[in-house]
């Protein structure tokens, strides 16, 4: 029975290296196009002929740093994911990192008009948050490795 079992786990444990690999695979080539469709944003919004002017518009830059931001977020999943094909974990710290990321993506983005001062607090509180724990993380860490 217990070599049944073995077997079982084992084969289990190998289907999910494959997925985590085809999902690696998936994750790399969306962020490869990522960036190819900012590239042509980029070089579209740039030589406009519509527009008098060579430089960007505060709304173009906005998008085109959101945009950025949403690549590195792409990076640091495909890391994750990479991470967890090598060591069959998954690590704390860089899942924190994609977290403070896409917190700071929102923040870099974010239209005071249009959310609730309360909103704003709670995200304010998020951050601290995704801070002291990214910090706690990173000590744990580096009192592991002394």
Not at 62 to 90: A, C, H, Q, S
Not at 97 to 124: F, Q
Request: charged content about 20%; hydrophobic content about 60%; some cysteine.
């Amino acid at each position: 029975m217990s070599k049944i079992m073995d077997k079982a786990v084992s084969l289990i444990h190998t289907a999910k290296n494959w997925m985590s690999f085809f999902v690696l695979v998936l994750m790399t080539i969306i962020v490869a196009i990522s960036i190819i469709e900012l590239g042509i944003t980029l070089y579209l919004d740039l030589f406009d002929p519509t527009d008098d002017v060579l430089f960007l518009e505060i709304d173009e830059l906005f998008r085109i740093f959101g945009f950025f931001f949403i690549i590195l977020i792409g990076f640091e999943l495909v890391e994750t994911v990479e991470m967890y094909l090598k060591d069959n974990i998954i690590h704390a710290e860089v899942v924190l990192l994609v977290a403070v990321i896409a917190v700071s993506r929102k923040v870099i983005l974010l239209d005071l008009e249009k959310y609730d001062p309360l909103a704003i607090i709670g995200l304010g509180i998020i951050i601290v948050a995704l801070g002291g724990c990214y910090s706690l993380v990173k000590l744990s860490y580096r009192s592991k490795n002394v």
